[in-house]
Antibody, heavy 117, light 113 residues
Framework: EVQLVESGGGLVQPGGSLRLSCAAS????????MTWVRQAPGKGLEWVAN????????HYLDSVKGRFTVSRDNAKSSLYLQMNNLRAEDTAVYFC??????????WGQGTLVTVSS | DIVMTQSPDSLAVSLGERATINCKSS????????????LAWYQHKPGQPPNLLIS???TRESGVPDRFSGSGSGTDFTLTISSLQAEDVAVYYC?????????FGGGTKVEIK
């Protein structure tokens, strides 16, 4: 069974940092393009970033460029999102997701990030 | 950036009746190299992760009931639920995966009338 399990969310002050992790199982992680998608409270889905299977290509939402970094460790079947200089508007549930290409086929349950003083 | 516009924002349909959701992209998501539309539909229920229903605008995913269908090409797309069931109450999103950033529509909330 395909599983994506996020961790690392929590409460952080504006300007602070968090590192989200996503542990994958039940499929060959190194074959999947991986993506982070977020949903702010009461809002819709927002694509945040993605990373190619070998980590050589990454794309970001403009509002997170220079603050967020997506990475992966295929040996550990894990995806990461390093989030720096966090803002109140980054408050959201962050979903780890993946697919054979840019199409997102599988999703994790999500982890909540709250940016507040 | 490609802007995805969904309509309506919400929809109330009687059980067994048809529900139709529209999605318009600000530029074409049809690739000339492979003649495929880079357009997906997701169902999102509260407390659950989104679920991929339709890819490539018209391809139903394995396990998705055949009452769900996708149509359209270029910039105009439609998700149709042919006979609404109680378990279909959810928010539905279209998303393009043609270029970065991969944007979602604003979502359509489907309820029972």
């Amino acid at each position: 069974e395909v599983q994506l399990v996020e961790s690392g969310g929590g409460l952080v002050q504006p300007g602070g940092s968090l590192r989200l992790s996503c542990a994958a199982s039940g499929f060959t992680f190194s074959n999947y393009y991986m993506t982070w998608v977020r949903q702010a409270p009461g809002k819709g889905l927002e694509w945040v970033a993605n990373i190619r299977q070998d980590g050589s290509d990454k794309h970001y939402l403009d509002s997170v460029k220079g603050r967020f970094t997506v990475s992966r460790d295929n040996a550990k079947s894990s995806l990461y999102l390093q989030m720096n200089n966090l803002r109140a508007e980054d408050t959201a549930v962050y979903f780890c997701a993946g697919g054979s290409g840019w199409l997102v086929e599988r999703w994790g349950q999500g982890t909540l990030v709250t940016v507040s003083s | 950036d490609i802007v995805m516009t969904q309509s309506p924002d919400s929809l109330a349909v009687s059980l067994g009746e048809r529900a139709t959701i529209n999605c318009k992209s600000s530029q074409s998501v049809l690739s000339s190299s492979n003649n495929r539309n880079y357009l997906a539909w997701y169902q999102h229920k509260p407390g659950q992760p989104p679920n991929l229903l339709i890819s490539w605008a018209t391809t139903r995913e394995s396990g998705v009931p055949d009452r769900f269908s996708g149509s359209g090409s270029g910039t105009d797309f439609t998700l149709t639920i042919s006979s609404l069931q109680a378990e279909d109450v959810a928010v539905y999103y279209c998303q393009h995966y043609y270029s970065s950033p991969l944007t979602f529509g604003g979502g359509t909330k489907v309820e029972i009338k």
